[in-house]
């Protein structure tokens, strides 16, 4: 119990919005369960607000390893329907400030793999995030990330 709450401590966001509700410790690493706390959602075609729900999703994305465990967190997000019948866009689902729409991982995360790769190399790297954090990414990957500005 005191492990978990010295890991909750350490263990700080940078996704705007967001509220943590549970910490998970398992022997592969920490999963954080967050959700966001915005109850109404705007359309990004036609800009109409709704808190109309249409479905609920979960999203796993990868964060900065800590305390020598790989950190994912999990986000609840929200699936809105458009009330606009002139729009084209029927659904759509919440974006949350700090975390691209397209990417399975944070700017942090993105960030630390950079500075392992070029500390070690893009080999040494791979091997280090098998080894140390049982994370498992594709040279290609590593180095899609590494040439990355």
Request: glycine share 4%.
């Amino acid at each position: 119990m005191k492990r978990k709450q010295f890991i909750e401590g350490k263990i700080e966001l940078n996704l705007k919005d967001v509220q943590k509700k549970e910490i998970k410790l398992f022997t592969s690493g920490i999963r954080v369960i967050v959700e966001t706390a915005n109850k109404i959602g705007i359309c990004p075609n036609c800009k109409t607000p709704t808190d109309k729900v249409y479905e609920h999703r979960k999203q796993i994305i990868l964060d900065r390893p800590r305390s020598d465990k790989k950190v994912e967190i999990e986000i609840n997000k929200k699936r809105f329907l458009c009330v606009n019948d002139s729009c084209v866009v029927k659904t759509f689902t919440e974006q949350i400030e700090g975390l691209a729409a397209s990417k399975r991982y944070t700017q942090e995360f993105e960030n630390f793999l950079k500075d392992l790769v070029a500390r070690n190399g893009y080999i040494a790297a791979q091997n280090i995030l098998e080894e140390k954090y049982s994370l498992y990414l594709s040279l290609t990957m590593l180095f899609y990330l590494g040439c990355q500005d």
